[in-house]
């Protein structure tokens, strides 16, 4: 399989307990070796892994080792991403995408970012606030 660093791998044993229990949406990319666009997805996956991590779980699962879950979800083409939320499958796609494209698609089934600071809170206060 190929794998993209940073993504655990699931197999048709783990995949309700990794996927279908997790608290976080999961991203599942089902991938096998021969599968070109895979490895294209794989830098893309490990990326999204690092900087959503909280807000995504991305996860690996190989079809040729485990076609129990790939019939399960009915899973033909490769790679097909598939994000579950609460136990269900919400979104399917198919197909090696950039970064930016692959975090649009998913924007509406990740939970909000935390509101970053950028500055201390008395820096925020208006001139006429401070002492």
Known sequence: MIHAEGVAEVTDTTFDAEVLGADIPVLV???ADWCGPCR???PVL???AKEEAGR???????VDHNPGITSRYAVLSMPTLMVFQGGEPVRSMVGA????RLLQ???D???AAAPRTTAPQAARQPMAARP
């Open 29 to 31: 990319e089902f991938t």
């Open 105 to 107: 698609e998913l924007e």
């Open 40 to 42: 294209q997805l794989a």
């Open 97 to 100: 995408r950039p970064k930016r």
């Open 109 to 111: 089934v990740l939970p």
């Open 46 to 48: 490990g990326a999204i």
């Open 56 to 62: 995504v779980k991305v996860v690996q699962i190989d």
